[in-house]
């Protein structure tokens, strides 16, 4: 690291205490401070301060804010108006220093030691408890505002956003969804390939590949891509929108906010991701069969006629009913954390980040929530 | 330093800088000096590239051709350590203060004196306060957070904030931009106050004719890619439609009309 003493090429700055009159001179400036500070707190630790009554600084070279404030607090450590003498073209330095402060110290917020710990649990816990109030106040706002959109849709239903949302989340998102979700597919049906072969019950690779696919993986993975992907942007979005003041001129022109911004992606998304799901449930299907093929010389017919017996279209409409609620969720959670924006840059990062977390926490205890209510009900 | 008249080498050195964005030339061949103890104005119209000029002094824009020297070291060939050591020399002030917006004030005027000094968390403290008082700013504001200050304030900060590491020559982008003409004023007479009492120099970029007037001791203007310099008396007789104009107009007439004997001097 360069440190501005490292590179100071100044001659020390010294002070000399000498028949009650403290004589400084060199240059004192920022570079020489932190050590002028430690030799002169030692100087008054010994009680030096109190056997002089004057300072003489009229051989000081060169004087900066810092030195000036050192020989201003040496003068006050004296303990009144002693005389302090500096070369003639630093006056004006001194006098714009010498104002009455109080150098309040810096304090945390927060006080140490155990105290401390409880105080930042309580009011994690403080903080935690309001965001869920006003997440589900907010739900109640959208659930509302939807009702009457779709009450009268002639008038609120914005169908341009809507569309222009859906080809967003949606559209643009089929290249990296169909990868990754083909990727999940080779990668569990060689893994199943693999246990089941000791059993030589490596057939059973399909319907194992096919139930986790279109139960579970299909939906999950595209709902955490999308968290990711549109969950983040609608974040961003919102919250750039309420930096640059926009939200609010929105909203003294009179338009409503929810049914112009919220509604067109949560609708459109809804709309989106069990399209979605679809495809990267077929996806992640084509990618296990490709796999099954080179790994077990199983062709394609023989494997579609094995996954006929082992899946049903239950199957798949188990995996896609969960599609629009995580949908809902990942929007709903996006919007919001937008609007919680305040008109500062760390912001909206903060605030973007929170939300990917929260879209994807919800939408794992939800799909756990799913699994249970199904396996109650016997689906 | 205001002690070292006799030294008239410049602290900025520009010899046919040229700046632009692909194939959009900004500054054509530009020459300036800004003098040691000096408050230089620089203005011009939106998008004449004043900030630009500012941005490529202190070495955050490449230029495309030219030399840029700042207190006799080229900006563009520095690099690492010495860049550091010259960065310790200056201090910016950007327009919207450009606080971090984690750190409590205290905090970010203690950032520079935490990485280059070793001093003591007692005498950084010391020192905040004592930047805060300097800039005018009450001791609580010590402990806000940049969001908890007005426009004004986080400027004052800001400033405070650029003259943690005392240093010799100052940067100003529009300083006075956005704020109401009473604090305008009152940051003009801020600039005006310190320059004299830490011997700064003063680069300063602005659209404000009484700033100009308040503080400055020559204006270069920014017209048709190229600078013009000269102190107000001298523009005012300039004949460019722009400076024309701008020192002319509306505002100019008022601005300039208040200007008494007192601050010609300084002129």
Known sequence: MTSIEAVADEPDAWFKLDRGVLAVGGAWTIAESARLDRELNALNADGAQEKFKEIDAS?????????????????RAMGGQGALNVPAQYGPLLENLDQEQKAEPHRSRIPPGFRGRLYRIGRATMHAWGQTVSMLEYLGRVTIESGEAIASPRHNLRIAAIVHQVEETGINALPIVGLLSFLIGVVLAYQAVDQLKQFGAQ?????????????????????????????????????????????????TMGLNTVDTLVLPRIIGLVIALPLLTLYADIMGIVGGAIMCYFDLNMTIPVFMRQLQGAVSVNTLMVGLIKAPVFAFVIALVGCYEGFQVERNAASVGLLTTRSVVESVFLVIVLDAAFSIMFSVLGI | MADSTGEKQPIIRIRGLVNGFGSNIIHDHIDLDVRRGEVLGVVGGSGTGKSVLLRSIIGLIQPLDGTIEVFGNRTGDVEGRAMRKLEMRWGVLFQEGALFS????????????REYTSMSQALMNEIAAMKLTMVGLPADTANKFPSELSGGMKKRAGLARALALDPELLFLDEPTAGLDPISANQFDELIKRLQKALGLTVFLVTHDIDTLRAVTDRIAVLVNKKLVIGTIAELRKNDDPWIKDYFSGVRGRAALASMDPASMDKV
């Open chain 1, 59 to 75: 051989k000081i070279t060169r004087l900066d804010s810092a030195g000036a404030w050192l020989l201003l607090r040496t003068r």
């Open chain 1, 203 to 251: 057939n059973l690779t399909v319907n194992g590949l096919g139930i986790i696919v279109l139960r579970e993986m299909g939906v999950l993975m595209t709902s955490i891509i999308v968290a990711g992907r549109s969950g983040s942007a609608f974040t961003a979005q919102l919250g750039t929108m309420r930096v640059n003041e926009e939200i609010d001129a929105m909203q």
């Open chain 2, 102 to 113: 984690a750190q409590t004030v205290a905090e970010n005027i203690q950032v520079p004196l």
